[in-house]
C-alpha cells in the first residue's frame, strides 16, 4: 500500500496551507511550495479555466456550479460576484457560448479571497479567451484511444475510504477479476475503441503507482467538511508527492472518506479531468461510467422533468451496485461519441429499413439499415435534432432500466457538443408516431431473429416490405381476387397512386396538423398497418398480367391475422381521435372518387368534397355506417356495400 507520511495541517481557514512534516521520499521542496498558493485578497493575475461541474445527491437532485482552476497555484477556485453570476455562467456554458475546460476568464478587478474563491466586482467587460495549453498529457473529451488513469484513496484521522487500494483497482479495472467494471464496460460499449488503464509507472516525483491506486495520508479530519475542501487537500498532498497529477494521467478520481458535510454521491468536472465520490460511489459502476461521462463531455439524459430521468442509459441515475446495471448510453450520447459511425443515418426526407441495437453492432451488415438515426432540426427550422434508436436489450445493453427492446425517440439541441438530452417517447410494434418532425411508424418488431430488430418507416415514404414479414404464399394468378394472400397483386401496369383497399398506416380521419401537437401521443398510440408483401408501391409489380384492362385497381392483400387494438367493432364517431386533426369527423368519412384524386393536396387538406390525403397518396377509401359494420371483414374488403378494413378495425 502506498499511503504518504507527509500531512498536510491547516489552519482554521480552509484553504491556509500550512504544510508540516516531511516524506519519506523527502519531497520537502514541493511541500513546501504549497505554502504560498493561497494570499488573502490576491489579486488575478492571468486568466483562469472555466469549469462546469456537476454534483449529485442521494434525493436525486443535482447542483450545477462554475468553478475556475488556477493554474499559478494549482488550485481550483469557485466563482464568485452580484446576484446571478453562478446563473449567468451556466445559461453561457447551456448555449455554448462558453465551453467547460477550455474557455478562460480575466476580469480586471476580480481578485482571490482568504478562501480561495474568485470574487468578480461585476459581470461588464469580462475577457472571455481559449486557452492555448498543450501540457496536460490529457485531451479534451477524447473518446477514442487508451486512457491512463488513477484513482486516489484517502486516509484521515477520523476516516478512510472504505475500500482497499485492490478492491478500488478491480472495481475500476477489474485487476481481480471483477467481471462487470469501468474498463470492461467502456470497453465493451465502444467496441475496443476506447481503453481505460489502471496506471503502473514512475511518476515525475520518482513514485510508482500500482494498479491505477494510490493512497494519501491527511493530518485533518474529514467528518463535517465541505467536499470541495477535502478535494483540495487531497489534490495538494497527491502534487506534492507525484509531482503534477493533472499533466501525467488522464483521468484522476478522487475516492474520498465518508462522513464530508452533505448526502452527495459524486460529482465531475465537465470536459476535464476530474472527478470526485463518496466513498463506497467509487466502487459502482453506473457511478464511474456517469462521472468519466461528464469528464469526456457528456451532459445529463432526462425525461420529462426529471434531469436524470432517462434510464436508458448511464448519464441518468446511478445505482448503488458494483457490477450493475448493464448498460451503455442513449442515442444522442452514441452519435455524439461517435462509435457506431457507419450506422449513423441523417433521415430529412424518408427512410424506411431495419433499426438494430448496439448490442448486435459487431455482428450485421450497415447497408440499408441503422443503429442510430437522427433527424437533424434543419428538416423543421427547429432548434432541436431528434433521434431514432432501437434499445435492445441483450448482451452489453442487457441491463438497460427503461424501454427495452422498445423503439426509442429522443431529441437534444442541435449540434455534437455539451448539452442535455431528453427522452421523448417509446414506442412498441404498430405504433405510429405524428409529434416528431417527420412521421415515425415502427411496424414490427423482432425479438426472436438473431439480430433482433426493430422495422421502422420514417417521415412519408412508401415502408420497405421486410422479408420475415412476408407470409409465403403462392404464386400470383391471372385473376388475382382471392381469400389468400399473393406475394404480389396483379397490375395492368404499374401507376403513380394505385388506388387501393389496403390498410393505410394512418387511420381514417383527417391528416395531422402542420406542426407537431403539444401532447405527443403515448398513452394510446396509433396501431400501424400490418406489413405485407404488396405495399402501396411506384415499383412494377413482379408478375404483371398479360391483358391489362383500362382501368386497373389493385386488390387489397389479405392480413393472416390483423393485430387490434381496443375499441374493436366501433364505428368511427364525432368524438377527437388520438391523433390531432383539423377538426374532428363524423362518420362516414368523405372519401375520394377515382376521377376525383387530383383535387387532393398534401397535407390532408381537400379540394373537393370527398378527398382525403393519406401518407402521400390520394386514396379512394370506402366507409362503413355505424350500423353496417358486421358486413367488414378481415382483408379489406366489404360484403355489403360502403364498409372496409381500416388497421384491423372494422370502421
Aim: glycine content about 8%.
Amino acid at each position: 500500500m502506498h499511503i504518504s507520511t507527509a500531512a498536510i495541517a491547516l489552519a482554521l481557514s480552509p484553504f491556509a496551507t500550512a504544510i508540516e512534516g516531511s516524506n519519506a521520499r523527502n519531497l520537502r521542496a514541493n511541500v513546501n511550495k504549497t505554502k504560498t498558493k493561497i494570499k488573502n485578497n490576491r489579486p488575478q493575475s492571468k486568466a483562469c479555466l472555466l469549469l462546469l461541474k456537476e454534483t449529485r445527491f442521494l434525493d436525486g437532485t443535482n447542483l450545477e456550479e462554475v468553478d475556475c482552476f488556477d493554474s499559478s497555484n494549482g488550485l481550483i477556485a469557485k466563482i464568485k460576484g452580484p446576484n446571478g453570476a453562478q446563473e449567468d455562467f451556466i445559461r453561457r456554458f447551456k448555449n455554448g457560448e462558453l465551453k467547460s475546460g477550455k474557455s478562460t476568464l480575466k476580469k480586471n478587478g476580480a481578485y482571490f479571497d482568504e478562501d480561495g474563491n474568485l470574487v468578480l466586482p461585476n459581470l461588464d467587460n469580462l475577457e472571455i479567451g481559449e486557452s492555448s495549453e498543450n501540457t496536460d498529457k490529457r485531451r479534451l473529451a477524447t473518446v477514442v484511444g487508451d486512457k491512463e488513469m488513477l484513482a486516489i484513496r484517502v486516509v484521515a484521522p477520523d476516516a478512510s475510504t472504505t475500500s482497499s487500494e485492490s478492491e478500488i483497482s478491480d472495481s475500476w479495472f477489474g485487476t481481480s477479476g471483477d467481471p462487470v467494471n469501468l474498463k470492461s464496460q467502456y470497453a465493451a460499449c465502444s467496441y475496443g475503441q476506447l481503453r481505460c488503464e489502471g496506471a503502473s509507472k514512475t511518476t515525475s516525483t520518482g513514485v510508482t503507482v500500482s494498479d491505477g491506486v494510490y493512497t494519501v495520508e491527511l493530518s485533518n479530519t474529514v467528518s463535517g467538511v465541505h467536499r470541495d475542501i477535502v478535494r483540495d487537500w487531497v489534490l495538494t498532498e497527491g502534487d506534492a508527492i507525484l509531482g503534477s497529477i493533472k499533466s501525467q494521467f488522464d483521468h484522476v478520481m478522487l475516492c474520498l472518506p465518508p462522513g464530508t458535510r452533505g448526502d452527495w454521491i459524486a460529482y465531475a468536472y465537465i470536459n476535464w479531468y476530474l472527478s470526485i465520490y463518496n466513498d463506497e460511489w467509487c466502487n459502482y459502476v453506473s457511478g464511474q461510467m456517469h462521472e468519466i461521462g461528464h469528464n469526456l463531455n457528456l451532459a445529463h439524459s432526462g425525461e420529462g422533468s426529471e434531469e436524470y430521468g432517462d434510464r436508458t442509459g448511464m448519464m441518468g441515475y446511478s445505482y448503488s451496485s458494483d457490477d450493475a446495471p448493464l448498460m451503455c448510453f442513449n442515442a444522442p450520447k452514441n452519435w455524439q461519441l461517435g462509435w457506431y459511425s457507419d450506422g449513423q443515418k441523417v433521415v430529412t426526407t424518408g427512410w424506411s429499413g431495419k433499426i438494430y441495437g448496439i448490442a448486435d453492432y459487431g455482428g450485421i451488415d450497415h447497408n440499408g439499415s441503422a443503429i442510430l438515426v437522427q433527424i437533424p432540426a434543419s428538416v423543421y427550422g427547429g432548434t432541436d435534432d431528434w433521434y431514432v434508436s432501437f434499445n435492445r436489450q441483450t448482451g452489453i445493453n442487457a441491463g438497460t432500466q427503461e424501454g427495452g427492446d422498445q423503439v426509442l425517440l429522443h431529441k437534444r439541441p442541435a449540434g455534437t457538443g455539451f448539452a442535455e438530452s431528453t427522452l421523448v417517447t417509446k414506442l412498441s410494434a404498430g405504433t405510429l408516431y405524428i409529434s416528431a418532425p417527420l412521421l415515425i411508424e415502427v411496424h414490427s418488431i423482432h425479438t426472436s431473429s438473431n439480430p433482433g430488430y426493430a422495422a421502422v418507416t420514417i417521415g412519408d415514404v412508401i415502408a420497405t416490405p421486410f422479408p420475415s414479414d412476408v407470409p409465403v404464399t403462392p404464386s400470383p394468378t391471372v385473376a388475382p381476387v382471392t381469400n389468400t394472400p399473393t406475394t404480389a397483386p396483379v397490375t395492368d401496369s404499374p401507376t403513380a397512386a394505385p388506388v387501393t383497399d389496403a390498410p393505410t398506416a394512418a387511420p381514417v380521419t383527417d391528416a395531422p396538423t402542420d406542426s407537431p401537437s403539444k401532447a405527443p401521443v403515448t398513452d394510446a398510440p396509433i396501431t400501424a398497418a400490418p406489413v405485407t408483401g404488396s405495399p402501396i408501391t411506384d415499383a412494377p409489380t413482379a408478375s404483371p398480367t398479360t391483358n391489362p384492362t383500362s382501368a386497373p385497381i389493385t386488390p387489397a392483400p389479405v392480413t393472416p391475422a390483423p393485430v387490434s387494438i381496443a375499441p374493436t367493432g366501433s364505428p368511427v364517431t364525432s368524438s377527437p381521435t388520438n391523433v390531432p386533426t383539423r377538426s374532428p369527423t363524423s362518420s362516414p368519412v368523405e372519401i375520394c372518387s377515382i376521377d376525383k384524386c387530383y383535387a387532393c393536396v398534401e397535407g390532408g387538406a381537400c379540394r373537393k368534397e370527398g378527398c382525403l390525403w393519406v401518407r402521400g397518396v390520394c386514396q379512394d377509401l370506402q366507409v362503413c355506417a355505424p350500423d353496417n359494420c358486421s358486413a367488414c371483414y378481415n382483408g379489406g374488403e366489404c360484403k355489403k356495400n360502403g364498409c372496409s378494413w381500416k388497421k384491423g378495425v372494422c370502421s
